[in-house]
């Protein structure tokens, strides 16, 4: 059984920062990789993506602008998010493929408003 929990989402201003985290429960979670997506009205991309090794990669929308990050101590993912805009606003979820099925978080909200 694998159940993800994000956390850290809110209201900030343009130019902010906020970061948000994903802990995963159930099992060597040091060799999945996690990818985090943001909810549209009738898609959901993908943000940014850490490999098991630790290599992220981002949509361009958000590159240079976020950081992802993980802590395998803590099961933990960190998306560091940086000169926040508005529209980056949005439901954000983290996610996990373990043999072809995928576990989603309940999704964090962010709002970036002035």
């Known amino acids: 059984q694998v159940q993800l929990v994000e956390s850290g989402g809110g209201v900030v201003r343009p130019g902010g920062s906020l970061t948000l985290s994903c802990e995963f429960f159930g099992t060597r979670f040091s060799e999945h990789g996690m990818t985090w997506y943001r909810q549209y009205s009738t898609s959901r991309p993908m943000v940014a993506r850490i490999?098991?090794?630790?290599?992220?990669s981002y949509a361009d929308a958000v590159k240079g602008r976020f950081t992802l990050s993980r802590d395998n101590a803590k099961s933990t993912t960190y998306l560091q998010m940086d000169n926040l805009k508005p529209e980056d606003s949005g439901l954000y979820f983290c996610?996990?493929?373990?043999?072809?099925?995928?576990?989603w978080g309940q999704g964090t909200q962010i709002i970036v408003s002035s």
């Open positions: 996610n996990v493929r373990l043999t072809e099925t995928d576990y």
């Open positions: 490999s098991a090794a630790g290599n992220p």
